[in-house]
């Protein structure tokens, strides 16, 4: 079946469906270019959103990535920015594969089709115009036929006048005969126009139209089957990318299932472990012996050193150790928190994170060491090589660079056994703290049987040890070590005249900013009495001032 055959006599049936079908064609390249829209929009929402929720460089955010439920949070940001990728693509493949392919397409088609219908004109033109001559030629056939007629009559009737004249019959016959020659030809005429005409007819509506039918239907059944086609890539498109999209989806669902809470308190541990002991029991201060000024040593003081500037200016030592510290609106010089100074042995660190840092460290030189050595063998190598074949190259050339190897290993390697001892002297410190606090706990249960037996008070160590004269305090072997390298040069001010002595009780290494040590038994000048946070201001003979626990010492005030 073909439109030719069939819809011969349904010309204007064609040209109304051909021209509905690439109107079709047309809104769908429009469906599709705002789907497109639609997936570029929905991208751009998705980028803006991971980018939105991405920490920044240096912020709090991007430090807790080590924990593995906020790792995961990344992850999903960024296989969510994967797939906003993967929702561009078919935003650009859908332009690219339908919109402009068919567009281009319907282009041709509207040519094709407008060729075709003006061919269609041309015929139904040139049938019309051999119509005309076929009318007009039988027009003048029949008025040359009736004139030949009435000349044909009126010769017969002068032919049976009597009256007429032999010349004037002769002469109506004569007209009878060429009226009928020229209806003759008239008649033959016509008879050509008519198998003209007839002959074209059967060509236009047996050739020429049903040709012109049939290449609009081919042209049609094309503009149908490059719709299907756009059909399919609509669908073909986005499947393309969907293992891809999988991919994304299988990434967020392995960023939830690699969240292990267990790992992330390990972590969190890691990281802030300080290293030091719970606060221990408050000590009893009899007053009715006449303790001069004996503060509690409590909170971290427990632990022997002052940890730095925050417990020197922000925290109250004759007070409790409070876990939730208390935030006050107003701002006065004792809750002025000046950082601690970075030391390159890590000093200002708590133990534990200290003895971290000091190991990574050592690993880090360690590799860099290697790295020095490799090359050190490959230069010598090399060396040997050029020795041995001087055409290779000059050995001599290669002794810069051997020399310079030579001294990043001995640089190295200085920096290795100076972190290797700083990590011995941390080590050594965090066990001597442990023993120290064995032996604080055992003190404070001697102390408080022998308040409750009503004993007199005698002095004792902040860690707690019955201190004598002659016996040395458990920790001054090891805080000897570090009072030169913790020893802070303070700025040159006006000095305050003293308002008293001091006398130490106790050591004291001042490995906090704005101490100053002090051995037991030295005397002190004080310049600042305590204000009740647990601290003293003294001077030497030689002019250094600093702070130093009130408890640690025994004050004598100018009256």
Not at 235 to 252: A, K, N
Request: aromatic share 8%; hydrophobic share 30%.
């Amino acid at each position: 079946m073909d439109w030719g055959t069939d819809l011969w006599d349904q010309y204007d049936i064609i040209d109304k469906h051909t021209q509905s079908g690439l109107e079709l064609v047309e809104k769908y390249v429009k469906f599709v270019k705002e789907r497109t829209e639609i997936e570029q929009n929905y991208a751009k929402q998705l980028r803006n959103l991971t980018k939105k929720y991405n920490p920044k460089p240096g912020c709090k955010e991007e430090q807790e990535c080590r924990f593995s439920n906020h790792q995961s949070f990344l992850d999903i940001l960024n296989e969510m920015n994967d797939y906003a990728g993967q929702r561009e693509l078919i935003a650009e493949n859908m332009m690219v594969n339908i919109c402009i392919e068919i567009t281009k397409y319907l282009q041709e088609l509207k040519m094709e089709r407008k060729t075709h219908l003006s061919e269609a004109k041309k015929s139904q033109q040139s049938l019309e115009s051999t119509y005309k001559q076929l009318d007009s030629s039988k027009k003048r056939f029949e008025r040359e036929w009736r004139e030949a007629e009435k000349a044909a009559q009126y010769a017969e009737k002068t032919d049976q006048d009597i009256n007429a004249t032999k010349a004037d019959v002769e002469k109506a016959k004569q007209q009878a005969n060429m009226r009928t020659h020229i209806a003759e030809e008239c008649k033959n005429d016509y008879a050509a126009q008519l198998q003209k005409y007839n002959k074209e007819q059967s060509q236009f509506y047996f050739s020429d139209m049903p040709l012109i039918f049939n290449k609009l239907q081919d042209m049609d059944e094309r503009r149908v089957r490059k719709l299907a086609q756009g059909y399919v890539l609509f669908s073909d498109t986005e499947r393309h990318v969907m293992p891809i999209i999988g991919r994304c989806l299988e990434g967020v669902t392995r960023a939830g299932t690699n969240v292990n809470e267990r790992n992330d308190s390990i972590a969190l541990i890691e990281q802030y472990k300080s290293g030091f002991e719970r606060p221990g029991d408050l000590d009893f201060e009899d007053y009715s012996q006449g303790i001069n000024r004996a503060s509690s040593d409590s909170s971290l003081g427990t632990l022997g050193t002052p940890k730095g500037p925050l417990e020197l200016l922000g925290k109250n030592r004759s007070k409790p150790f409070w876990l939730f510290s208390k935030k006050s609106k107003r701002l006065t010089p004792e809750r002025i928190i000046v950082m601690p100074t970075v030391t390159e042995d890590f000093g200002h660190l708590p133990p534990e994170q200290r003895r971290k840092r000091l190991q990574q460290k050592l690993d880090d030189i360690g590799k860099e060491l290697q790295k020095e050595v490799d090359q050190s063998e490959a230069l010598e190598k090399m060396k040997d090589v050029y020795e041995k074949n001087p055409q290779m190259g000059d050995p001599a050339s290669l002794s810069p660079q051997i020399n310079q190897t030579a001294q990043n290993m001995e640089r190295l390697r200085g920096e290795l056994n100076k972190y290797e001892s700083w990590l011995t002297e941390a080590g050594r410190r965090g066990d001597s703290m442990l023993r120290r606090d064995t032996l604080r706990e055992d003190a404070l249960s001697d102390r408080s049987h022998s308040n409750n037996n009503g004993s007199t008070h005698e002095p004792h160590s902040p860690d707690g040890t019955h201190s004598e004269e002659g016996t040395p305090d458990p920790s001054q072997a090891i805080y000897a070590e570090f009072d030169d390298d913790f020893e802070e040069e303070e700025t040159e001010e006006e000095l305050v005249a003293p308002i008293g002595q001091c006398t130490a009780m106790y050591n004291f290494p001042g490995a906090s900013e704005g101490t100053i040590t002090m051995q037991e038994g030295e005397v002190l000048s004080v310049v600042e009495e305590d204000k009740g946070d647990g601290w003293t201001r003294v001077r030497r003979a030689n002019g250094n001032e600093g702070y130093i626990p009130t408890s640690y010492v025994s004050i004598s005030l100018s009256k």
